[in-house]
C-alpha cells in the first residue's frame, strides 16, 4: 500500500522560530510537492520537486525553503516562522507524467 | 489569479440523492482533470479523474462529466451516502518541464450528505 508520511501531525512554535516539517514516501516517486491548505483558498502550491536536488517554486514560496537531499524525503523549512504561515501543510507524491498524487496526512502548523 | 474554480464552498443533500460538484477552469492547455475528498484532519484521497480526450468516466457511484468548450467540469455522486459527507477538491494538471505535473486545485466544496 502506497504510503507518505509526514513527521508532525501538530506542532505549535514561536514567531522567528525555524521549522522543519520532514515528508517520506515509500513508492519511489520521482516527484514530491508541499501544499498548504487554509480555509476558501484551497490547496496552494508552495515547492515541488521533480527530481533529487532540484527543487522549482510554486504558487506561494515566499517564506519557505526545501531540501531533496534523497528520493524519497522532502523537507519544507520556514525559516523564520510568522503567524501568517499557520496553517494546514500537506506533502505529496507522483510519478512522472501525467498521475495522480499521493497525499500525507497533513502537519497543521501554529506559530504564535 | 485563480485558474480552478469552485464556486460553491457548501452544498446540502439528502441521502440517496444526487450530489452534483461543479468546477470550472480557465487555462485551456489543462488537459488532465482530477477530483479529490478530504476529511478533516486527512489527507487529500484520490477519487477520480478524465482526460481531456474523454467528456465523461465512470466509477461505481462517481461520475466526472467534462465540458471542453465550456471549460466547466462536474462530479456526479448517485446515490449520496452520508460517507460521503467531506470536502470535495477540483485539480487540473499543468505541465511544466519535463515529466512533471503540477496539480492545481480549487478552494472545495463542503458536502454535508443529511440521513
Known amino acids: 500500500d502506497v504510503k507518505v508520511t509526514q513527521s508532525s501531525r501538530y506542532l505549535v512554535k514561536r514567531t522567528g522560530e525555524k521549522v522543519f516539517l520532514e515528508c517520506v514516501q515509500d513508492m519511489d516517486h520521482e516527484n514530491m510537492f508541499w501544499y498548504r491548505q487554509d480555509p476558501g483558498l484551497g490547496l496552494r502550491l508552495i515547492y515541488f520537486?521533480?527530481?533529487?536536488?532540484?527543487?522549482e517554486k510554486g504558487d506561494i514560496p515566499e517564506g519557505y525553503s526545501v531540501s531533496r537531499e534523497k528520493k524519497e524525503r522532502f523537507s519544507l523549512i520556514l525559516e523564520s516562522a510568522s503567524t501568517n504561515q499557520t496553517s494546514m501543510y500537506l506533502c505529496?507524491?507522483?510519478?512522472?507524467?501525467?498521475?495522480?498524487?499521493?497525499f500525507g496526512e497533513g502537519s497543521r502548523l501554529t506559530v504564535l | 489569479d485563480q485558474q480552478v474554480k469552485q464556486n460553491s464552498p457548501s452544498l446540502s443533500v439528502q441521502e440517496g440523492r444526487i450530489s452534483i460538484l461543479n468546477c470550472d477552469y480557465t487555462n485551456s492547455m489543462f488537459d488532465y482533470f482530477l477530483w479529490y475528498k478530504k476529511y478533516p484532519a486527512e489527507g487529500p484521497t484520490f477519487l477520480i479523474s478524465?482526460?481531456?480526450?474523454?467528456d465523461k468516466n465512470e466509477d461505481g457511484r462517481f461520475t466526472v462529466f467534462l465540458n471542453k468548450s465550456a471549460k466547466h467540469l462536474s462530479l456526479h455522486i448517485v446515490p449520496s451516502q452520508p460517507g460521503d459527507s467531506a470536502v470535495y477538491f477540483c485539480?487540473?494538471?499543468?505541465?511544466?518541464?519535463?515529466?512533471?505535473?503540477?496539480?492545481?486545485f480549487g478552494t472545495g466544496t463542503l458536502l454535508a450528505v443529511q440521513p
Open positions: 485539480a487540473a494538471s499543468a505541465r511544466y518541464g519535463g515529466a512533471t505535473n503540477k496539480l492545481i
Open positions: 478524465i482526460s481531456s480526450i474523454k
Open positions: 505529496a507524491s507522483s510519478q512522472g507524467g501525467v498521475g495522480e498524487l499521493f
Open positions: 520537486s521533480y527530481d533529487v536536488k532540484m527543487k
